[in-house]
């Protein structure tokens, strides 16, 4: 007989008995479905070549300078690195991002864009389909061109060619569209427009660090050629400029390492805690596997009596094992596309991919794949032991009244403490995340109510340079114009009714939002080589707005930010002073930043953990916002009761003062800090969920051997019944032989979690990888659930009747 007449008679078999079948399917699916749903974004994220011509050439350079890893550059920098790599690299280029309004046709939208240097097109091999890259005449004559994204194409532009050459309103000016980029390509991630970059040759800029590089190597370049040569150019800065590259490192890494790098271990954490759950499928279905060889003993006994080889019977039930397992994973690629949009949904815009998570060839292949390990897993032992039956003793009779053979018995005992012992890896690992973000919520983040604050973005044009304009002329009228629309946004928030204060700044606090960093000096004083400040504006009610205390001297008022072009009042927090000032009396003291003049610090606030409840704050200094011709601000109202209730209005206003500037991202505070923590919730959400699939698959296990042993047993308990054993008696004998299974599974369970616990230690806040009350509380639980599963055949054992069960014998 051929393959086909095996799976033909298996296919008769398994039609049988459904719900066995109906079992085996669904305990596969789950397993096989939790590894796929998580391989398809794992391979999104992290294994497929990125859309770009020649991707794994694409590499990142980056600042590293000690307290700052993986950082931009400033504008001297840049061109160092630009005329100094040499043949390292064919094509190196920058970014800067830049949000931008788009008016005219239709709502104002906001877009965001990227201010680019000319060999950037070069890097990405020209991805141009219509029209033309912007070269070095616009970067110097910072002409007003620009190439937009195919999206935006289609979406604004209708997909019509025509779009070149076109004049489009761009933050209030007119702008030319002289090209549409490729189908596709995007980068950064959220790019939709490009713009020409101004590099300025002032080398006092070169404590302002805003260029993100990005390079092509040179063919027959290696990585680490290119590394040598970048590290000869920054030993180069750290000499000749010692005051702001000293420490200077660039670190040229591969693109493809980077995108995505932040979920490259939670991501295969995840995968393996699948792939645990699909190991407890495996074991619950091989003792699935085994009890029904079992109960077919004596089938396969006559078979073997009517002339079957040993090698007939193991392929027929191979058959069957190989009709299951595929079973499992057709199921498993069904459920497997909406398990990947419920898991993208957990935590919106925590997973960034070139390539959108679906199921393709690749994913179903893995899927084969994973399917036919798990036929060795789960099919292949049982087989060969139920082909390897005595037939001269299973035609007797002898397995009758047993249990089966001890050595049975012992294999799928051990595969249910197996079962329980990664369900209590897997649940201790969910309880350790599952506390660490409780602590995390608790986490004072130095703002006040933040329930009652309500922020959104808000895009303002901001004047560009003309042709030929120097920055000293352009400041001030850049200045002057942004200054008065803040000033009439404020006043008109302020009239609102039911707001109680108003608050402007460029970056808004807790979010994890990157603004303006730098160096600094302060006169009479030595500092640190690499001291590096975060700068932030914000409006004159900002801190009694988020209610940051004041330690020291005043916050900002009306009049600071107008006495001067420049900035020359302003604020430090606590943790400025306590690095470089000591802690001692800052108020008066000067500091020089990012123009070189000087600013009299006049107030101390409160720390801020601006990057979320789990970083510690930073060094910060704060300038009055009427100081800087900032377009990208956030806009917040303080209220009372139900704060959301506002929106409308505050929209409404927005619209009055702001018409051209569309709002974005309305949320409370609140909703901002769960926000920074979303990454940590997805890894929690998916951890608890697989943590829940494997006690859920282990319990069933549990409850189906007990219920199985019941059932052999049942003369045995007739007749322990008939010669006086009680109810008690019954219970202590089921409940007994649970407990041998579920005693070795804990004990190896907690070995497994501590295991675990030191892999999830860089993703736990406040709490130890071996915390006692997370792994008693796991250790309880499990137990519980283990003896309920064991309850209902208990209980079943009990109400054995001895005539009955000794008359069915």
């Known amino acids: 007989m051929n393959l086909t007449d095996d799976l033909r008679i298996a296919w008769r078999a398994l039609r049988a008995q459904p719900t066995?079948?109906?079992?085996?399917?669904?305990?596969?699916?789950?397993?096989?479905?939790?590894?796929?749903?998580?391989?398809?974004?794992?391979?999104?994220?992290?294994?497929?070549?990125?859309?770009?011509?020649?991707?794994?050439r694409i590499v990142r350079v980056m600042r590293s300078q000690p307290p700052v890893a993986y950082s931009p550059v400033s504008a001297p920098t840049l061109r160092d690195w630009i005329e100094r790599s040499g043949p390292a690299f064919s094509a190196i280029g920058a970014y800067v991002p830049?949000?931008?309004?788009?008016?005219?046709?239709g709502d104002a939208e906001r877009l965001s864009g990227y201010r680019i240097t000319p060999g950037y097109w070069d890097v990405f091999g020209q991805p141009i389909a219509l029209g033309r890259a912007f070269g070095t005449t616009e970067d110097t004559a910072n002409e007003r061109v620009v190439v937009i994204g195919d999206t935006l194409w289609r979406d604004r532009f209708g997909a019509s060619p025509d779009v070149v050459g076109r004049d489009v309103d761009l933050n209030?000016?007119?702008?030319?569209?002289?090209?549409v980029?490729?189908?596709?390509?995007?980068?950064?991630?959220?790019?939709?427009?490009?713009?020409?970059?101004?590099?300025?040759?002032?080398?006092?800029?070169?404590?302002?660090?805003s260029y993100a590089p990005v390079a092509r190597l040179a063919d027959g370049v290696s990585l680490d050629q290119a590394r040598k040569v970048m590290d000869g150019i920054t030993s180069w800065q750290a000499e000749t400029f010692p005051e702001s590259s000293a420490g200077l490192v660039a670190q040229v890494m591969p693109l493809r390492e980077l995108i995505g790098s932040r979920l490259r271990t939670p991501l295969a954490v995840l995968l393996a805690a699948a792939g645990l759950v699909l190991l407890i499928a495996c074991a619950n279905l091989a003792s699935l596997m085994l009890a029904r060889g079992q109960a077919r003993a004596q089938e396969l006994a006559l078979r073997s009596a009517l002339g079957a080889g040993r090698g007939r019977l193991l392929r027929q039930v191979l058959a069957e094992s190989l009709l299951i397992a595929a079973a499992g994973a057709a199921a498993a690629l069904l459920v497997a596309p909406p398990a990947v949009r419920a898991l993208l949904a957990l935590a919106p815009g925590v997973v960034p991919a070139y390539h959108a998570p679906s199921v393709d060839l690749r994913v179903v292949?893995?899927?084969?794949?994973?399917?036919?390990?798990?036929?060795?897993?789960?099919?292949?032992?049982?087989?060969?032991?139920?082909?390897?039956?005595?037939?001269?003793?299973?035609?007797?009779?002898?397995?009758?009244?047993?249990?089966?053979?001890?050595?049975?018995?012992?294999?799928?005992?051990?595969?249910?403490?197996?079962?329980?012992?990664?369900?209590?890896?897997?649940?201790?690992?969910?309880?350790?995340?599952?506390?660490?973000?409780?602590?995390?919520?608790?986490v004072d983040t130095g703002i006040a109510d933040a329930a009652q604050i309500l922020g959104a973005g808000l895009s303002l044009p901001v004047p560009s340079m003309q042709p030929g304009e120097d920055f000293a002329a352009w400041y001030p009228k850049a200045k002057a114009a942004v200054s008065s629309r803040l000033t009439a946004i404020d006043e008109r928030l302020r009239a609102l009714p039911g707001v109680q204060s108003v608050a402007l700044t460029n970056v808004l606090p807790v979010s994890g939002e990157i603004g303006w960093n730098g160096g600094f000096e302060i006169a009479g004083r030595e500092l640190p080589e690499n001291r590096l400040v975060q700068f932030r504006f914000v409006s004159t009610d900002y801190f009694e707005t988020f209610g940051i205390a004041l330690r020291a001297g005043r916050v900002f008022d009306a009049a600071d930010g107008t006495r001067a072009a420049f900035p020359i009042e302003a604020i430090v927090n606590q943790t400025f002073v306590d690095r470089y000032l000591g802690g001692g009396d800052a108020l008066g003291v000067s500091v020089s930043t990012f123009d070189g003049s000087e600013k009299t610090i006049v107030g101390v606030v409160?720390?801020?953990?601006?990057?979320?409840?789990?970083?510690?704050?930073?060094?910060?200094?704060?300038?009055?916002?009427?100081?800087?011709?900032?377009?990208?601000?956030?806009?917040?109202?303080?209220?009372?009761?139900?704060?959301?209730?506002?929106?409308?209005?505050?929209?409404?206003a927005l619209r009055e003062v702001a018409p051209e500037a569309p709002l974005f991202a309305l949320r409370t505070m609140d909703e901002v800090t769960r926000e920074t923590t979303r990454l940590r919730r997805f890894n929690m959400s998916l951890m608890s969920t697989f943590a829940g699939l494997a006690v859920l698959l282990a319990s069933i296990g549990l409850y189906g051997v007990i219920a199985y042993t019941v059932g052999q047993r049942r003369r045995e308990i007739g007749v322990r019944q008939s010669l006086g054993a009680t109810p008690l008696d019954i219970h202590r004998l089921t409940l007994g032989a649970g407990l041998r299974m579920i005693v070795p599974g804990l004990v190896l369970g907690l070995l497994g979690a501590l295991a675990l616990g030191r892999v999830l230690s860089a993703q736990l806040?406040?709490?130890?990888?071996?915390?006692?009350?997370?792994?008693?509380?796991?250790?309880?639980?499990?137990?519980?659930?283990?003896?309920?599963?064991?309850?209902?055949?208990?209980?079943?054992?009990?109400?054995v009747s001895p005539m009955e069960a000794l008359r069915d014998e």
Request: glycine fraction near 10%; proline fraction near 6%; charge should be neutral.
């Open 20 to 56: 066995f079948f109906a079992t085996a399917v669904l305990t596969l699916m789950l397993g096989i479905g939790a590894v796929t749903a998580i391989f398809t974004v794992y391979d999104a994220v992290l294994l497929k070549p990125l859309p770009f011509n020649d991707p794994e």
């Open 98 to 105: 830049q949000t931008l309004n788009l008016t005219g046709d």
């Open 172 to 179: 209030g000016e007119r702008w030319r569209v002289i090209g």
């Open 181 to 209: 980029a490729k189908p596709g390509f995007r980068y950064p991630a959220d790019a939709q427009l490009w713009l020409p970059a101004f590099l300025p040759a002032d080398q006092a800029e070169r404590g302002s660090n």
């Open 365 to 442: 292949a893995v899927t084969a794949l994973i399917a036919l390990s798990t036929l060795l897993l789960f099919g292949l032992a049982p087989a060969w032991r139920s082909a390897a039956a005595d037939p001269i003793g299973a035609l007797a009779g002898a397995t009758r009244s047993q249990t089966g053979t001890r050595r049975q018995t012992r294999a799928r005992a051990a595969l249910v403490a197996a079962e329980i012992a990664l369900a209590t890896t897997l649940l201790a690992g969910a309880g350790l995340l599952i506390d660490s973000l409780r602590r995390l919520d608790a």
């Open 606 to 652: 409160a720390d801020v953990r601006q990057g979320g409840p789990d970083e510690a704050a930073d060094a910060e200094i704060y300038f009055p916002i009427s100081t800087i011709p900032v377009g990208d601000l956030t806009v917040a109202i303080k209220g009372s009761g139900d704060v959301l209730a506002l929106a409308p209005a505050l929209r409404g």
């Open 765 to 799: 806040y406040g709490i130890g990888a071996a915390d006692p009350a997370v792994l008693g509380a796991t250790l309880a639980l499990l137990a519980v659930v283990g003896l309920a599963a064991c309850a209902v055949p208990s209980l079943r054992a009990a109400r």
